[in-house]
């Protein structure tokens, strides 16, 4: 994981978001400038906590709303566009719609 943050610094990347499944965790690092230096900010976010965008403003939706309803989802059968993750995310992201 150390290995992917610091080509991504290289590469200039301003910020990504790791979900973590497992723990039901997401991290968003956040690019910073320190003295000439780039590095990461860290910030984890778990259960009602909402997870922020620094890159993009307003943008915000609560870690627990991205297991909502994950367990009924493997029932599910899975299509292509319609993988469990897949599901997570569209309805995290319908939720963060005004």
Same mark, same amino acid.
């Given at each position: ?9 290289? #590469? ?42 620094? #890159? ?43």
């Amino acid at each position: 994981m150390e290995e992917k943050r610091e080509e991504y610094l290289q #590469l200039g990347v301003r910020e990504y978001w790791i979900v973590d499944p497992s723990t039901r965790q997401a991290t968003v690092l956040s690019r910073e400038e320190i003295e000439g230096a780039a590095t990461w900010s860290e910030r984890v976010f778990a259960g009602d906590q909402l997870i922020e965008s620094r #890159l993009l403003p307003g943008f915000q939706g609560s870690v627990s709303s991205l297991w909502t309803d994950a367990e009924s989802d493997e029932a599910q059968v899975d299509l292509p566009g319609n993988s469990k993750k897949s599901r997570i995310w569209r309805r995290f992201f319908l939720e963060l719609a005004p």
